[in-house]
T-cell receptor, first 108, second 113 residues
Framework: RKEVEQDPGPFNVPEGATVAFNCTYS??????FFWYRQDCRKEPKLLMS???SGNEDGRFTAQLNRASQYISLLIRDSKLSDSATYLC?????????FGKGTRLHILP | NAGVMQNPRHLVRRRGQEARLRCSPM?????VYWYRQLPEEGLKFMVY????????ESGMPKERFSAEFPKEGPSILRIQQVVRGDSAAYFC???????????FGQGTRLTVV
């Protein structure tokens, strides 16, 4: 089983819709969690950290479920500029592991 | 406050040559990670270093690849005797401590001809 798994997509979503991604991780010793965004041929950029209590940043909401070992990202009122690949990231003592990413296309 | 700096941005090497990729972490960051990304694929972990120490190199190919992070100067990823399959984007990230968010450089795109 891969350490971090994501649905690769693509998710094709009309502008203004709400879209959600999930990501599962296999190592219960994982300590911290993040969502990154990567645009084509660019470096990944931190979108937000993920906390057990859930956290929100504008249109973006992230949640962590330690019991079921998954994290989620919800995007409300999606914009064309949200089109990108979203990477789930899990951090342990010795390394940061990236999921392969979920591709999102927002359609006008 | 400069971010993570990688150079060169683009590197072309002939088969059999050596490639040296440099990464200067953000100021105050002592943890450096290297990743490789092939076209249309995800980021693959290669190595995690702290100053003068390799902490985890489980993602590094056993031959031709090496990495260092000296006491002074940038981290270096070195690929000896490059082959066409080494063509990829190589990203470096740094963080201030374990468990904290990592910030990426713009990457070095290596092309082996």
């Amino acid at each position: 089983r891969k350490e971090v798994e994501q649905d690769p997509g693509p998710f094709n979503v009309p502008e203004g819709a709400t879209v959600a991604f999930n990501c599962t991780y296999s190592n219960s010793a994982s300590q911290s969690f993040f969502w990154y965004r990567q645009d084509c041929r660019k470096e990944p950029k931190l979108l937000m950290s993920v906390y057990s209590s859930g956290n929100e940043d504008g249109r973006f909401t992230a949640q962590l479920n330690r019991a079921s070992q998954y994290i989620s990202l919800l995007i409300r009122d999606s914009k064309l500029s949200d089109s990108a690949t979203y990477l789930c990231v899990v951090n342990r003592d010795d390394k940061i592991i990236f999921g392969k990413g979920t591709r999102l296309h927002i359609l006008p | 406050n400069a971010g993570v700096m990688q150079n060169p941005r683009h590197l072309v090497r002939r088969r059999g040559q050596e490639a040296r990729l440099r990464c200067s972490p953000m100021k105050g960051h002592s943890h450096v990670y290297w990743y490789r990304q092939l076209p249309e694929e995800g980021l693959k972990f290669m190595v995690y270093l702290q100053k003068e120490n390799i902490i985890d190199e489980s993602g590094m190919p056993k031959e031709r690849f090496s990495a260092e992070f000296p006491k002074e100067g940038p981290s270096i990823l070195r690929i000896q005797q490059v082959v066409r399959g080494d063509s990829a984007a190589y990203f470096c990230a740094s963080s201030s401590a374990l468990g904290t968010e990592a910030f990426f450089g713009q990457g070095t795109r290596l092309t082996v001809v």
